[in-house]
């Protein structure tokens, strides 16, 4: 069964199943007359290592490595100097070849054009050529092509494996009965060891089979994750943006039914509406390109223009920033979302009241602090999810930040997240 190892190795579905091969059997290539040198240890290593490299550069081979590889083996046999030079199993003396050691050949080798393909059939046309060739005595060089047959069924095989494994095992003991009545001299320790040699070989198909399973559940498993990570980052982003803009046209709709007697308050409300709107539109249009790695976010910078919107929507805000945020960080962008969903919850819940936002930035940290003052006159308020500070409390603690959210004794809400400034995104 050696002949058939360079060629399993051969047909292996990609460099990667080569290289776990060659990892597996730990081939080394060792001298037996000396010590190694260090370009004796390092040789074979490079060599094992590049595998998957070079296997690359010739997949378009690939699905001819079968049909070759059954070509090789059907002109190998034929050849004088190879005859009765392949497998030896059962004992019974050699024989010339005729007639029946073509056929014997041919079943061996043609059907390995179509193993990858119908495994079982192959598997077991060639088993048959493989009786055949050694109860004749022939001993063709074509009987590497069990070998690679049994690994390449056992690697492919998804259903009725158990079956093929039982079946192929009891006609095994069957063939290995009819040798002592032919003149065979094999003892009993040579069918028990060919038979344990076979059994490798589909172990290790077997291996590779699961082994190439795993990898595919492993990415199956990563893509969804990343699918469902970017699904709740769309849906962080999109709650971000819409929430924000909409309460505030919320809110300013509401406040210019009771302006029809002052037209020139109503007007500048249904402005402040309009801008709002376009506003909105216009983060909507970024947002469908957050997938764009090179997608710009926003920053610590526009935290003015967005308390300025705010204050336009009818509520008093004081901004204090300190500092100035590190230019493509990541606590910029998280801070303007801990600003702007803090001043949404204020729009929402106490509409008038008054809003302190403090921003400071450090060498080594963002500071953010939103207070509220609680709410004057009740409000018809949209209501929310909750999902606004759950999604900044998982922003924030992704950087290795703090963020809490609380209702202050008399009634106001305060906001604070620290934010460091050391990470980037």
Not at 118 to 130: D, I, M
Not at 238 to 253: F, G, P, R
Request: aromatic fraction near 6%; charge should be positive; proline fraction near 5%.
């Amino acid at each position: 069964m050696t002949e058939a190892v360079g060629v399993i190795l051969l047909i292996c579905p990609s460099g990667e199943d080569a290289f776990k091969l060659f990892k597996l059997f730990k081939l080394r290539r060792r001298s037996h007359t000396g010590p190694r040198t260090a370009g004796a240890k390092l040789g074979p290593v490079i060599g094992v290592r590049r595998v998957p490299e070079l296997w690359r550069r010739h997949t378009l081979w690939y699905p001819l490595t079968y049909p070759l590889t059954g070509l090789a083996l059907f002109a190998g046999s034929l050849l004088p100097a190879l005859h009765a030079q392949g497998t030896r199993f059962g004992g019974v003396p050699d024989r010339p070849f005729d007639a029946l050691a073509i056929v014997a050949i041919a079943l061996q080798s043609v059907p390995l054009a179509t193993c990858r393909r119908w495994p079982v059939a192959s598997f077991t046309l060639v088993s048959l050529g493989f009786a055949v060739d050694q109860l004749r005595g022939y001993h063709t060089f074509a009987g590497a092509a069990l070998a690679i047959v049994l690994f390449t069924t056992a690697a492919r095989l998804e259903r009725g494996r158990r079956l093929v494994a039982v079946a192929f095992s009891m006609v095994y003991v069957v063939l290995a009965s009819l040798f002592p009545l032919l003149g065979g001299g094999e003892p009993l320790t040579g069918f028990v060891t060919f038979y344990l040699a076979l059994v490798l070989l589909w172990a290790l198909g077997a291996w590779l089979r699961a082994t190439r399973a795993a990898e595919a559940e492993r990415r199956r498993r990563v893509a969804e994750d990343t699918r469902t990570a970017e699904r709740t980052r769309i849906a962080r982003e999109l709650h971000d943006v819409v929430t924000h803009h909409v309460t505030a046209m919320v809110v300013q709709a509401e406040a210019a039914r009771y302006l029809t007697a002052k037209p020139e308050r109503l007007d500048e409300s249904l402005t402040a509406v309009t801008d709002t709107g376009r506003q909105a539109l216009t983060d909507l249009r970024h947002l469908l390109d957050v997938l764009n790695p090179d997608h710009g976010t926003p920053s610590a910078g526009g935290l003015r223009t967005l308390v300025e919107r705010t204050r336009r929507a009818g509520q008093p805000v004081e901004f204090t920033e300190n500092g100035t945020a590190e230019p493509g960080g990541s606590a910029g962008p998280v801070a303007y979302r801990v600003v702007q969903e803090a001043l949404t919850n204020a729009l929402k819940h106490a509409r008038g009241s008054r809003t302190d936002v403090r921003v400071h930035h450090g060498e080594r940290e963002t500071t953010v602090e939103v207070s509220t003052d609680p709410a004057t006159v009740p409000t018809d308020s949209p209501g929310g999810s909750g999902r606004g500070l759950a999604g900044l409390r998982e922003r924030v603690g992704v950087l290795g930040g703090d963020f809490s959210a609380v209702e202050r004794a008399d009634g106001g809400f305060h906001v604070r997240a620290r934010i460091p400034a050391e990470h980037r995104s």
